[in-house]
């Protein structure tokens, strides 16, 4: 049955070309100074348990700027003739290495399939990175990612010498370009776009598997297993983060992750899902009664968040601020319990962010960046001012509401005890208005009752 929902959701998008891959870094070298030197480390692997370890995860930066995946490797980039070099030092190739963990690109295959003019072997990383380091003025790497990288630098920027008392050569400061390369990273380009329509496309499939199999009795780990095994099995490389399925009073745990419960009558059930498809994130959230009917008390929850949400979608416009999804978002929210009673307050009062009742029951932002990241790289507040939105960003757009009848803080309606709702979806700034990428994903009322134990 999985193949015939991957076959209605399509090919998979092509992959980023190598002239894209060029133009971004043309992107941020134009930016640098000819005698500065770019160094973009890669993490270490790490280890699970004694010698067993997690599965390996490059950084977004290196994906964003060369597309190379492979750990124990490094991007350089310096300027050599008056031109810009970019150079990445990989593992070896290494026939014994390759028995036991995987075939290896080496520098050929690097050379050969990625947007690089050079490729070194990471044994030689030491020798060569001083001499470039040392024919360099300024230093952009992001420091305490890989620590051999950090003693290099640190050395060559401490050291003393004769040539450099008396000719001036060698480098003088170090800077981070994190900030650089995320403005880069914050507006998607076409190809990105569809990656990430394709992540959230297989992530909407997941969560309605996850529905279809929802009855009183399931445990929450079996939909968690459900909704993985749906990423993996579209070809995606697994979760984006750790899924997040909270039945009952769990699913007003904002960051429930323990997922070891059982799902019972009249209860709701949120489930948090997201995969990562060739290093790019979807982050879905739907909330859905257990037994496959909203109780009256559920369904007025419910959709009030679902209000709040459609409205707070539909400001996701070119030159709005950022943040004014989050205001709409609350005020349908707060003027929703104000008119059931939960809040007793004004709308004013209610919204007020020390005294306000809402924050009660909904403390949290109603969205962020996503993109590389599931909580991808960008400033919200340059200049301390709301970042107004563009053509190309992302975001998600996540209202809720939480009534956990087991804290002690609130005193909690005991006709809405225990209800967690919570609406998520990725949506896209377009110039004609905001296109949501999870929109395959149901989230009506009427359209969960006809799935939910089907």
Request: hydrophobic fraction near 35%; aromatic fraction near 8%.
């Amino acid at each position: 049955m999985w193949d015939e929902i991957l076959a209605s959701i399509g090919p998979e998008p092509a992959q980023i070309s190598l002239e894209e891959y060029r133009a971004r870094q043309n992107r941020l070298l134009n930016q640098l100074r000819p005698d500065d030197l770019l160094i973009i480390p890669n993490p270490a692997h790490s280890t699970r348990s004694n010698d067993v370890e997690y599965p390996y995860r490059t950084s977004s930066d290196m994906i964003y700027l060369c597309g190379w995946t492979d750990l124990d490797s490094t991007m350089v980039a310096q300027q050599v003739n008056g031109a810009w070099e970019v150079t990445l030092f990989v593992q070896p190739k290494d026939v014994l290495s390759e028995i036991w963990e995987g075939r290896r690109l080496g520098k050929e295959g690097a050379l050969e399939n990625f947007a690089i003019d050079r490729a070194e072997s990471k044994d030689d990383l030491e020798i060569v990175l001083i001499d470039m380091i040392n024919s360099s003025k300024r230093i952009l790497v992001k420091s305490a990612v890989d620590t051999t990288i950090d003693e290099i630098v640190n050395n060559c920027i401490t050291a003393q010498s004769r040539d450099r008392q008396k000719l001036g050569i060698g480098p003088i400061s170090v800077e981070d370009p994190s900030g650089r390369i995320s403005e880069l990273r914050l507006r998607k380009s076409a190809a990105e776009i569809d990656l990430m329509r394709y992540s959230a496309v297989v992530a909407s499939h997941a969560h309605i598997e996850a529905m279809k199999n929802t009855k009183p009795g399931v445990g929450e780990w079996q939909l968690e297993g459900i909704i993985e095994g749906f990423f993996k099995y579209g070809k995606t490389s697994g979760i984006a983060y750790p899924c997040i399925i909270g039945s009952g009073d769990n699913a007003t745990i904002l960051h429930y992750t323990v997922n070891d419960d059982i799902c019972e009558d009249g209860e709701i059930l949120l489930i948090d899902a997201g995969c990562e498809y060739k290093g790019y994130a979807s982050d879905i959230t739907r909330s859905w009664p257990v037994n496959g009917k909203f109780s009256t008390s559920q369904a007025e929850i419910y959709q009030i968040v679902l209000d709040s949400q459609l409205a707070a979608i539909d400001a996701c416009r070119i030159g709005n601020p950022y943040d004014l999804p989050h205001e709409i978002a609350r005020g349908v929210l707060a003027q929703g319990l104000i008119d059931l009673g939960v809040i007793s307050q004004n709308l004013e009062e209610a919204l007020d962010p020390t005294d306000g009742e809402l924050r009660f029951w909904y403390m949290h932002n109603t969205g962020h960046w996503i993109g590389l990241d599931v909580h991808d790289v960008g400033v919200y507040r340059p200049d301390n001012e709301p970042r107004l939105l563009e053509e190309g960003m992302v975001l998600t757009v996540e209202p809720g509401l939480y009534f956990g009848a087991w804290r002690p803080d609130v005193n909690c309606p005991e006709k809405y005890a225990n209800i967690g709702i919570r609406i998520e979806d990725d949506i896209l700034v377009t110039k004609d208005g905001p296109d949501v990428l999870s929109k395959n994903c149901p989230k009506t009322i009427e359209e969960l009752e006809g799935i939910i134990g089907e």
